[in-house]
């Protein structure tokens, strides 16, 4: 079993920034080289979103197209975390924010593709 733990999440008004943590642990967890990472995100009454993925090495990333140029994402595998850096926050980024990973090497952009999903932290943008 693979344990996330995302943490970073916090109160902040708009434009300004932070950094999400997402720190991986578990007995089955060999490396965190092995999974692929992603961020995903949940406002009340919407369905879980699709905020940005980064593939095993952190080659490739990817992005919505709501976040991209103000979000990047990065992983850090020799201390088995992903970070999301968040900068120019609008009050619409305001929800949960969840870190997922699944084995494998295809980055996906689906909730369905990964295995592996943390509690969730907060982010709220006041305007």
């Known amino acids: 079993q693979v344990q996330l733990v995302e943490s970073g999440g916090g109160p902040v008004q708009a434009g300004g920034s932070l950094r999400l943590s997402c720190a991986a642990s578990?007995?089955?967890?060999?490396?965190?080289?092995?999974?692929?990472m992603g961020w995903f995100r949940q406002a009340p009454g919407k369905e879980r979103e699709f905020v940005a993925a980064?593939?095993?090495?952190?080659?490739?990333?990817y992005y919505s197209d709501s976040v991209k140029g103000r979000f990047t994402i990065s992983r850090d595998n020799a201390k088995n975390t992903v970070y999301l850096q968040m900068n120019s926050l609008k009050p619409e980024d305001t929800a949960v924010y969840y870190c997922?990973?699944?084995?494998?090497?295809?980055?996906?952009?689906?909730?369905?593709?990964?295995?592996?999903w943390g509690q969730g932290t907060q982010v709220t943008v006041s305007s």
């Open positions: 997922a990973g699944v084995v494998g090497g295809y980055v996906s952009r689906r909730t369905s593709e990964y295995a592996y």
């Open positions: 578990g007995r089955t967890l060999s490396t965190l080289s092995s999974y692929v």
């Open positions: 980064v593939s095993r090495f952190g080659v490739t990333t």
